[in-house]
């Protein structure tokens, strides 16, 4: 099945910087990679997802770039602010009849400092 | 607006109690997943389901089982508790189908066995 790395496990930035968090997948068939934002005691929610057939893709501070050949994903978060101090999932999926699930990174808990 | 509810947000059971978690989705998703969420071993998939009456299982289903008899739900069993199924337990569900493929989340039961 799917494997899914995840690092840095935490990650502490100054209010302003930025933020990189690294995924790396070993199923090739993998087309579609979500990240997820979770809150303090709160659902995991959808930021940002990026296709196979993608290498890139930006939703204000928010970005995500996909190497296919060296299977691995990353997301970067500019000019940060204290609310986006939460624990991050990557995920790696396919779009199959009865395969899509989804296998999650082990997160990676993001402080950012006033 | 999608929901996915589960029927409690806090559980305590005793070792050996057979405890069922149940999932509603409201959206008329044809994936349903259980996923159990432990610190620094992120989100790891326990069963999944991909139309009613059909269930896999996903990477730790030892000590579980699944029923999906209606679409809309999906249940989670544990037929022995144990205490090493304390954990944050998440439902989730997800649409077939290559335009939506956002997988969306309950808020969780957090089970302790004890």
């Known amino acids: 099945g799917e494997n899914v790395e995840q690092h840095p496990s935490t990650l502490s930035v100054q209010e302003g910087d930025s933020a990189v968090i690294k995924c790396t997948y070993s199923?090739?068939?993998?087309?579609?990679f979500p990240w997820y934002k979770q809150e303090l005691g709160k659902r995991p929610q959808l930021i940002i997802d990026i296709r196979s057939n993608v290498g890139e893709k930006k939703d204000q501070r928010i970005a995500v770039t996909l190497n296919k050949t060296a299977k691995h994903f990353s997301l970067h978060i500019t000019e940060t602010q204290p609310e986006d101090s939460a624990v991050y999932f990557c995920a790696a999926s396919r779009d199959f009849y009865t395969g899509n699930q989804f296998y999650f990174g082990t997160g990676t808990s993001l402080t950012v400092i006033p | 607006d999608v929901k996915v509810t589960q029927s409690s947000r806090y559980l305590v059971k005793r070792t050996g109690e057979k405890v069922f978690l149940e999932c509603v989705q409201d959206m008329d998703h044809e994936n349903m997943f259980w996923y159990r969420q432990d610190p620094g071993l992120g989100l790891r998939l326990i069963y999944f389901?991909?139309?009613?009456?059909?269930?896999e299982k996903g990477d730790i289903p030892e000590g579980y089982s699944v029923s999906r008899e209606k679409k809309e739900r999906f249940s989670l069993i544990l037929e022995s508790a144990s205490t090493n199924q304390t954990s944050m337990y998440l439902c989730?569900?997800?649409?077939?189908?290559?335009?939506?493929?956002?997988?969306?989340f309950g808020q969780g039961t957090r089970l302790t066995v004890v």
């Open positions: 199923d090739s068939a993998s087309n579609y």
């Open positions: 389901s991909y139309d009613v009456k059909m269930k």
């Open positions: 989730a569900s997800r649409p077939t189908g290559t335009g939506v493929t956002e997988a969306f």
